[in-house]
């Protein structure tokens, strides 16, 4: 039986990749930042395994993926052997923020490099982490977004370079 990482499969679209491999029989693992959310997809997930697959959700890790002490505190959670690992997590972090006036170069390194903390940081520290526990002939999949080769600012230029 695989066993699965999904960053950020609590909701959305990793909790969508979480369930297709949990209905193809593997076990997943999946991680976030919010506790609540990420017991509930647990628990949903369970829930998706038929008594004839072997598949289900292992577990979940809460951390910050883009916090490189957060990543390795959670390691313990995680599988002792990744067969494929999803960098899902991520999003446009300037969503909910007022806009960088003019001349204010700290503030927009601060968006760009929460932009790049977000979706690119998290997806290398991942990686990183869980490289010495890949199985052989592992996976990795990073999602990027259209925004790489039509967003703007900070957000595409982070999805860019995940997908480079």
Wanted: charged letters at 20%.
């Amino acid at each position: 039986m695989r066993q699965i990482v999904v960053t950020g499969g609590g909701t959305g679209i990793g909790y969508a990749i979480a369930a297709e491999f949990v209905r193809g029989g593997d076990q997943v693992a999946i991680t976030g930042r919010r506790e609540h959310v990420l017991k509930e997809a647990v628990s949903r997930l369970s829930s998706l395994a038929d008594g004839d697959i072997p598949g289900g959700a292992a577990g979940y890790a809460c951390f910050d993926a883009a916090d490189p002490v957060a990543v390795s505190a959670a390691l313990p959670q995680l599988p002792g052997r990744v067969d494929v690992l999803v960098n899902n997590a991520g999003g446009n972090t300037g969503f909910d923020r007022a806009p960088v006036g003019e001349g204010d170069l700290a503030g927009l390194a601060a968006d760009w490099r929460a932009n790049l903390d977000a979706n690119l940081m998290s997806a290398v520290l991942v990686t990183a982490a869980l490289t010495p526990r890949f199985a052989p002939g592992a996976r990795i999949i990073s999602f990027s977004s259209i925004a790489a080769r039509r967003g703007a600012g900070s957000y595409g230029a982070a999805k860019a370079a995940v997908e480079t």
